[in-house]
């Protein structure tokens, strides 16, 4: 379910399943969770997820200081307190020799901290290749560097891990992003990922190293975390042959008026 903040607004969401099963919801701190058990035998099940956004971040440049350097915010103790994991290893971000060494070359405590970010946003996007079998969705950091290539889970977990190092609290996000006609953007055809870095301003701002672009009124947020294993799109049990597919198709179009809706299928 998409989140509602001063980025977007979710004005519907609906989710059924098929067999019919009675969905229940409740709120985490980073964002909602649907749950369900379906005890009746079946052989296939599908989840259908239906939601419309409004979404307000035209411009996020208007939100960043490019001139002057603005490092000692990340200084406050009490900064440190309250985002303490944001700024550690967890299980998809790991503080490697390489990670720290990217992050450190590109670091220039004389610039803005927006400088570093978008650069290092850039470096991602031109170091490494958009390869949909170059890593799977456990893939860790060291198997990314090493292939050189991943896909927009793996892009966000080494731009997080860039981030940290520099002591930048930094989150997962799963979500949508709409790319209309341009056919050189990755992401609409499964659930996206990119990165949100908490800025000087006290306001988080979202950059995805896939497409080398910060997330503006294309993006839909869903859930936030500390990486991939907190917010996994679809997560469960289920008794019965040991074989399984799962098939994941996601749809997202840009509507004139609150009549129609976007539609999202996992």
Known sequence: MPMSDATQTCLDFRLETTPYAKVSVHREQGGFVHHFSLREPHDHLQILATSLVETHLANPFAMLNLVWPDWEFYSEPSLASQYYEYVCESRYV??????????????????????FLIGMNRHIHES?????????????????????????????????????????????????????????????????????????????????????????????????????????????????????????????SEVSSQTDAVPTRA
């Open 94 to 115: 790991d503080f490697l020799p390489e990670v720290r060494y990217r992050s450190n070359t590109l670091r220039n405590p004389k610039a803005p901290v927006a400088e």
């Open 128 to 252: 490494f290749e958009y390869d949909q079998d170059a890593t799977h969705v456990n893939s860790r950091l060291d198997e990314v560097l090493a292939k050189r290539g991943g896909v927009c889970q793996d892009f966000a977990h080494l731009f997080i891990a860039c981030a940290r190092v520099a002591g930048i609290p930094a989150r997962y996000v799963s979500g949508y992003l709409y790319v209309g006609n341009d056919a050189s953007m990755r992401g609409e055809q499964a659930t996206h990922a990119w990165a949100e870095c908490l800025m000087p301003n006290g306001k988080w701002m979202g950059f995805d190293p896939t497409n080398n672009l910060l997330a503006n009124d294309r993006y839909v947020k869903a859930h936030v975390g500390l990486d991939y294993s907190e917010i996994t799109p679809t997560k469960g049990i289920y008794t019965g042959y040991r074989t399984e597919r799962l098939e994941v198709s996601v749809s997202v």
